[in-house]
């Protein structure tokens, strides 16, 4: 089955930096790439996807890249806040006409961005 | 925005003793799923449901688990006699027609104790 590698566990930038999480995936036939935040005790929000018939997307400080061949994907913020501290999930799933397959997600990346 | 209502919000039980934890998915979604979060670890997939049956499951999901839509609205989780390694948080989560509009919408969670 698929599974998802997320790095790095940790990430601590200065207010106005910029972070990378990185994410692998294992199944080729995955085309579905979801990015959540998450603050501590509080749901899991979707803040940016991707599907694999497109390489780059972005909204506002938020952007995600995707490398099919590679099979890899990446989360960049610009201009980090400090209310972008949270845990950071990556996941990946297999969409098709008619159905929606389940989530597997990375193990996180806990974001601290310092005033 | 719709959201995905799940309650109770915090339930502790005694080992051995059969919990339902409810949700009430988005009313125009058709997928319905429940994930869970053990602290600071990563949200993995238990469930999915849909067209009034389980699309898939994970090796988590056994016997002591089992899910159901018994009215037009709500969607359970029943652990059958819980254990104490099955203290996390649960999400419930929905999902529409792959295409339509993309992403999970997650519930705030239940957070299950089991002593």
């Known amino acids: 089955g698929e599974n998802v590698e997320q790095h790095p566990s940790t990430l601590s930038v200065q207010e106005g930096d910029s972070a990378v999480i990185k994410c692998t995936y294992s199944d080729s036939a995955s085309n579905y790439f979801p990015w959540y935040k998450q603050e501590l005790g509080k749901r899991p929000q979707l803040i940016i996807d991707i599907r694999s018939n497109v390489g780059e997307k972005k909204d506002q400080r938020i952007a995600v890249t995707l490398n099919k061949t590679a099979k890899h994907f990446s989360l960049h913020i610009t201009e980090t806040q400090p209310e972008d501290s949270a845990v950071y999930f990556c996941a990946a799933s297999i969409q098709w006409r008619g159905s929606q397959g389940n989530l597997i997600f990375g193990k996180g990346t806990k974001l601290s961005v310092k005033p | 925005e719709p959201e995905v209502t799940q309650t109770p919000s915090h339930q502790v039980t005694q080992m051995g003793q059969e919990v339902i934890l409810r949700c009430v998915p988005i009313?125009?979604?058709?997928?319905f799923y429940w994930y869970r979060q053990i602290l600071g670890q990563k949200v993995e997939f238990l469930v999915s449901?849909?067209?009034?049956?389980?699309?898939?499951k994970s090796e988590i999901f056994d016997d002591q688990f089992s899910v159901e839509r018994p009215d037009g609205s709500n969607f359970t989780l029943k652990i059958r006699s819980t254990k104490l390694e099955d203290s996390a948080m649960y999400f419930c989560a929905s999902s529409d027609r792959t295409g339509v509009r993309n992403g999970y919408t997650f519930g705030s969670g239940t957070r299950l104790t089991v002593v």
């Open positions: 009313s125009n979604h058709l997928y």
């Open positions: 449901f849909y067209n009034n049956e389980i699309s898939e």
